[in-house]
Nanobody, 125 residues
């Protein structure tokens, strides 16, 4: 099993940047496919970026290249660099992990077993 703890959220003005971190403990993070999701109250949790154990990445098309997912297996860390933030990026952000995820499930909530508690990102215009 793996435990996940997100950090790095906060308040930022539109056009700014934030870097989210997700610290893993328990099993080595290298054994897991991982991803970032976000959720606005009253809406479905949305998959935004995923990276598998081979380093293959996938992004939600809506991000238009503004976000970058990366992992540091040696430090058991997952990151999300968010650039040119917009008010519509305001949400709770979660990291997630699973031992194996099918390609078509990389950005789907049902594809992941382990979740962090989330970190809030608020973007003001």
């Amino acid at each position: 099993q793996v435990q996940l703890v997100e950090s790095g959220g906060g308040s930022v003005q539109s056009g700014g940047s934030l870097r989210l971190s997700c610290a893993a403990s328990g099993d080595p993070l290298s054994r897991y496919a991982v991803a970032w999701f976000r959720q606005i109250p009253g809406k479905e949790r949305e998959g935004i970026a995923a990276i598998d154990t081979d380093g293959v990445t996938e992004y939600a098309e809506s991000l238009a290249g503004r976000f970058i997912i990366s992992r540091d297996n040696a430090k058991n860390m997952l990151f999300l660099q968010m650039n040119n933030l917009k008010s519509e990026d305001t949400a709770m952000y979660f990291c997630a992990a699973v031992g194996y995820v099918a390609r078509w499930s990389r950005l789907k909530r049902a594809g992941y077993m382990y979740w962090g508690q989330g970190t809030q990102v608020t973007v003001s215009s």
